[in-house]
């Protein structure tokens, strides 16, 4: 199964990458040598194999609902590209 | 008595403790250390003398006083540059966190400054932890301390190179696929991975979370034991991190191996590793016999779809983790004028290197509709038969022994294939699988590089591994060579 460059795009939107087209022709040809090499998977019987998300049992960490001190606004806002009136600045999303 | 950068760091703590020498003597050398073989090793991106000297004169005044001091106090140390330092440059690596100061620290950081820990600058690193030689680096390639024109290993190769050139006796890294060990093993000196949920990542700039583990790097395995001692032990600030007493690690470091039945797994000794490192390796095998312990072949059959798995699962995280960088809240963001998304992905293109977009694009692929059973679930459930590969081992042995590495340290440039790359990992990475300890030490030299031996124990059992690295290490001399650096 090879990848198209119209689906290599479609998962570049998806991970919200802005690729020139020399970059996109890069990623099919790595997406897919990487998928030939995924294939030797399938050899693998894994009937019946749960599988693992983590390598030790975790289970919900619950804590008591109270209020913690956290950082002050300032210096979370200190590293944003662009902050006014505590907020972070993005571009205009709704027109009008 | 050599110089004061040839000290490990329990011996420089035993002659603080008799007054021989001060913090601020021991700092003042690892920066001149710095300053004259940094430029050639390039281990560092950041460093921070003012701070470091301050900290320095701290534990010295209070050494003074007679108050009481942490376990680590006044030793220079290292810190690879995905863990968060408040007021001190962040990046990981990437141009998209080139100018990102954190506003608090690593658990693991926090932890140092309470054991009294000077923490002298920032080390290089593949851009986000993606990588075997920092190559990947959105700033420049480390180099290796015993031949210049090689890879150090990655991805935390300035760590490495740094304790392995006499920089600070200590340092911190991150391990994802063998991260730690790989860049040890290459610059021959000890490094290791702790078992998952033993050390908080809190504060790690996140890779793959279910494989990231932070830990220690050192030339001796006393001083590994010690930082490891620092560092451990459950926060709540992790989830992931385990409420276990932590043992004394230093009260394991026992050079005694008599009794202790070691597993050889022969899939660790296949295509790719070559004979001068498979030698060094069971030469360090057959040392071990001789100083009493029980050695046998074993299988773990699943091996050799480890690397497979590993890169459809580590990717997967690393889209999910790397989705917060959108040029919004720190980093980069791109002077282009652009809407909404296109200020993401704009932001993104110009701020992520080519392997760190390869990686996020084939994890986003292996989690999209239609894609997941056939890689992601797959891939999980190999990860299981991994994991019982390891288990039905540790039934019958307490440890086992493989090379860390295939290869000693590369050429500077030589794997231009991101695949052929990826093979470095490959005697490393089912141990992030399966969530064991892991620790690289010296082993020997193929042709002036160094080779490492990789212990690979049960979960929570890093004390068996500091066992059986003390045995070694004390009937050997690898661990004392040093590079000839020529300046």
Wanted: proline share 6%.
């Amino acid at each position: 199964m090879a990848l198209s460059r119209e689906e290599v795009r479609k998962v570049a939107l998806l991970a919200r990458l802005e690729l020139t087209d020399d970059e996109i022709d890069e990623q099919a040809k790595h997406i897919n040598d990487l998928l030939k090499t995924f294939e030797t998977l399938q050899q693998l019987d894994v009937t019946g194999i749960e599988p693992t998300s983590h390598s030790i049992p975790i289970v919900n960490v619950l804590r008591e609902d109270r209020t913690l001190p956290s950082l002050p606004r300032e210096a979370v806002l200190a590293n944003a590209p662009e902050a006014r009136d505590g907020c972070f600045i993005v571009p205009r999303i709704v027109e009008g | 008595m050599g110089t004061l950068t040839d000290w490990t760091a329990h011996e420089a703590l035993e002659r603080m403790g008799r007054g021989e020498v001060t913090s601020r003597e021991l700092t003042q050398a690892a920066l001149e250390r710095i300053a004259s073989v940094d430029s050639e090793v390039k281990a560092f991106l950041t460093v921070t003398p003012e701070e470091a000297l301050a900290q320095a004169d701290t534990i010295d005044a209070r050494r003074k006083r007679g108050e009481p001091v942490g376990l680590l106090a006044g030793i220079p140390l290292a810190l690879k540059d995905n863990l968060c330092t408040t007021g001190v440059k962040t990046t990981a690596g990437s141009q998209i966190l080139h100018n990102f100061v954190p506003p608090y620290d690593a658990t693991v950081v926090r932890k140092l400054r309470e054991a009294g820990a000077v923490l002298i600058g920032k080390t290089n690193l593949d851009e986000f932890a993606m990588g075997s030689s920092t190559e990947n680096s959105g700033f420049f390639t480390s180099r290796n301390p015993w031949d210049l024109t090689r890879v150090p290993g990655g991805s935390s190769g300035g760590s490495a190179a740094a304790v392995a050139a006499r920089e600070v006796p200590l340092a911190l890294g991150s391990d994802t696929g063998g991260s730690i060990r790989q860049p040890a093993s290459l610059c021959g000196v000890i490094g290791l991975k702790p078992t998952y949920g033993r050390v908080s990542r809190y504060g790690l700039i996140a890779y793959a979370s279910s494989l990231d583990q932070i830990g220690p790097f050192s030339r001796d395995v006393t001083d590994c034991a010690l930082l490891l001692n620092a560092i451990s032990g459950h926060d709540p600030l992790d989830s992931t991190s385990v409420d276990l007493p932590v043992p004394d690690f230093t009260a394991a470091c026992i050079p005694d191996v008599k009794g202790l039945r070691l597993g050889v797994p022969k899939e660790y000794f296949g295509a790719g590793v070559t004979a001068e490192v498979a030698e060094a390796v069971w030469g360090a095998i057959d040392y071990l016999m001789e100083l009493g312990a029980t050695v046998e072949e074993c299988s773990l059959p699943t091996t050799e779809y480890g690397l497979a798995a590993y890169y459809i699962l580590a990717p997967a995280e690393c889209s999910s983790n790397l989705a917060r960088f959108d040029g919004v809240k720190y980093g980069l963001r791109t002077k282009e004028l652009a809407g909404h998304i296109g200020l993401t992905e704009k932001t993104r293109d110009e701020g992520f290197g080519a392997e760190v977009k390869q990686r996020i694009m084939i994890g986003t692929y292996a989690l999209s509709a239609g894609y997941y059973d056939a890689y992601y679930k797959r891939a999980q459930q190999v990860r299981t038969l991994i994991r019982l590969d390891f288990e039905r081992a540790f039934e019958t042995f307490d440890a086992l022994l493989t090379p860390t590495s295939p290869v000693p340290a590369f050429k500077i440039g030589e794997k231009s294939d991101p695949l052929e790359m990826k093979l470095a990992d490959v005697c490393t990475l089912p141990v992030n699988m399966a969530g064991l300890p892991g620790i690289s030490i010296p082993c020997g030299f193929a042709n002036g590089l160094p080779v490492g031996l990789q212990l690979i124990g049960k979960a929570f059992d890093e004390a068996t591994l500091f066992r059986i690295a003390s045995a070694y290490e004390q009937a050997t001399d690898w661990h004392q060579r040093c590079p000839a650096l020529s300046v």
